[in-house]
């Protein structure tokens, strides 16, 4: 047993070090700029706004999109985010799907064959424009996909009840009432469908990283437009959802969250 454990040693020790490296990098991306940083914090404590409650706080999305995925990749590959996002959607897409805060299309690549049809939806006309691009050179024959520009808190020129699949990751966070755009993906998912979340959010088990995100909240909302220390227990319970699955990766700050439509009896 113990010529086993040492035979994985360096493996293990591997792992590890890519881990710290991972988290590493995830947390003090944000902290590249001390000139920025200083002018954040002027601009919060002298009380002009907060930029986690500014309603443009999600514009910054159209500014960053042209290097969205380059920044965001690093962190992802590195964080075994892109390992979350194919094991989502694998195991659990399938049918008709509605993907909101489509992004750059980051999920395309993952969708299976048994996904017959992808509506993919973001507010940001630059982002979409990304997702576009990516569609256009996807090889999956199986599947169709769409793209639009669209207001996830209102999904109004849908049914109820329409979609097989509801997919969500990394959007919670950049919403101004993560609740009712939760709400609306129960709505339009089919009853016996389900909705697919992979977020990121406040630990409830590593104090030290919630404080680091709590700190520099507003910074980071100010350079992406997102909100990283949400209370995602507290946002999924409220929304009435029925939690199937949920898992936490990365010290409890990635959900990984399959849930379904709550069905009035």
């Known amino acids: 047993m113990a010529s086993k454990i040492a035979s994985k040693a360096p493996l293990l020790l591997a792992a590890g070090g890519a881990y710290v490296a991972a988290c590493y990098i995830g947390y003090s991306s944000i902290s590249k700029n001390k000139a920025d940083y200083d002018q954040t914090l002027q601009a919060v404590e002298g009380g002009k706004f907060s930029f986690v409650?500014?309603?443009?706080?999600?514009?910054?999305?159209?500014?960053?999109a042209h290097k969205y995925d380059d920044e965001i990749g690093k962190e992802e590959s590195v964080m075994g985010i892109e390992l979350l996002r194919r094991?989502?959607?694998?195991?659990?897409?399938?049918?008709?799907?509605?993907?909101?805060?489509?992004?750059?299309?980051?999920?395309?690549?993952?969708?299976?064959?048994?996904?017959?049809?992808?509506?993919?939806?973001?507010?940001?006309?630059?982002?979409?424009?990304?997702?576009?691009?990516?569609?256009s050179e996807v090889s999956n024959e199986k599947t169709s996909f769409a793209c639009m520009v669209g207001d996830s808190s209102n999904l109004g020129d849908f049914p109820n009840r329409c979609f097989d699949t509801v997919v969500d990751t990394f959007g919670l966070c950049s919403y101004d009432d993560p609740v009712t755009v939760l709400k609306e993906m129960g709505r339009v998912c089919k009853p016996d469908g389900k909705i697919l979340l992979l977020e990121h959010g406040r630990s409830k088990t590593w104090n030290f990283i919630t404080n680091y995100l709590d700190k520099n909240a507003e910074r980071h909302a100010k350079n992406w437009g997102c909100v990283w220390?949400?209370?995602?227990?507290?946002?999924?319970?409220?929304?009435?959802?029925?939690?199937e699955n949920l898992q936490n990766w990365h010290f409890g700050t990635t959900y990984y969250v399959v849930c379904r439509p709550k069905i009035d009896k």
Do not use: W
């Not at 500014?54 to 159209?62: G, L």
């Open 53 to 64: 409650e500014n309603p443009k706080r999600n514009e910054q999305y159209q500014n960053v």
């Open 87 to 135: 094991a989502l959607l694998y195991f659990h897409a399938e049918g008709t799907v509605l993907e909101l805060a489509a992004g750059t299309g980051r999920n395309i690549k993952y969708y299976p064959s048994s996904c017959d049809r992808v509506l993919m939806i973001d507010s940001s006309e630059n982002m979409i424009a990304k997702a576009r691009q990516k569609i």
């Open 229 to 243: 220390n949400r209370d995602l227990d507290k946002i999924i319970e409220e929304s009435g959802l029925e939690v």
